[in-house]
Every structure is written in C-alpha cells, then in structure tokens.
C-alpha cells in the first residue's frame, strides 16, 4: 500500500535541510531528530554550502557527481586523505593535482 506518491528526488546539503526545517513548526519524531543532526552537524551556511556546490560544478571535466559534491559539503574533509575517501564513491581515479584543486576549492569556503 503506498501513502504517497516521490515527485523529485534530489540531493541536498545538511545546511539546506536544516534551513528547510528551520521554521517549520508541529514536527513529527523522524523531522525533529533530523532538524536536531542538521543543527549539529551543519558546517556551512546555505550561501555558502549553495557556493561551493556551485563552484564544484563548474569543473573543468565535470567528473563529480551532484551526489558526491552533496557528500564533500556535508563531511567537509579537512585533509586530502579525507577528500580521497569521499571520492572512492565515484569508481574513478582522480590525479593528485585534481584533488589537489577540489581541496583548495573547499578550503576556500571553510
């Protein structure tokens, strides 16, 4: 039996979550325990996490996924072993300078 019907399905950022959530008020269990992750574990604001989506993007080659550029702006790595980790999603190898780039991109908005 199906209660609803998906019309879009896309990722979204922990900082766009939380702003979603931000104002909604009578929240069942399952809103308030993700409004209460989104608060923790938010590390950008929506401009900026919106702007580092963006710039990732715009690449040259293109090779990230919406949903790897959704996971890089929500764990934030700190270092490029980090950056490598979320990276291995994609089944590609990237050069040293390539993550080299994407790591000083993220670091930008940090």
């Given at each position: 039996?199906?209660?609803f ?5 896309r ?7 939380k702003?979603l ?13 993700t ?6 574990f938010s ?6 996490a919106?702007?580092?989506?963006d710039?990732l ?26 950056l ?17 780039k994407?790591?000083?991109?993220i670091?930008?908005?940090?």
């Amino acid at each position: 039996m199906k209660d609803f019907e998906i019309v879009e399905e896309r990722y979204i950022t922990i900082p766009e979550v939380k702003e979603l959530l931000k104002g909604k008020k009578d929240m069942v269990v399952e809103e308030k325990t993700t409004k209460a992750y989104a608060n923790r574990f938010s590390k950008f604001t929506v401009k900026k996490a919106q702007d580092l989506k963006d710039e990732l993007q715009s690449l040259e080659d293109r090779r990230l996924t919406d949903e790897v550029i959704t996971k890089i702006i929500d764990i934030a790595p700190q270092d490029e072993e980090m950056l490598k980790l979320i990276l291995q999603m994609t089944k590609l190898s990237f050069k040293k300078e390539e993550i080299s780039k994407i790591m000083n991109i993220i670091q930008k908005y940090m």
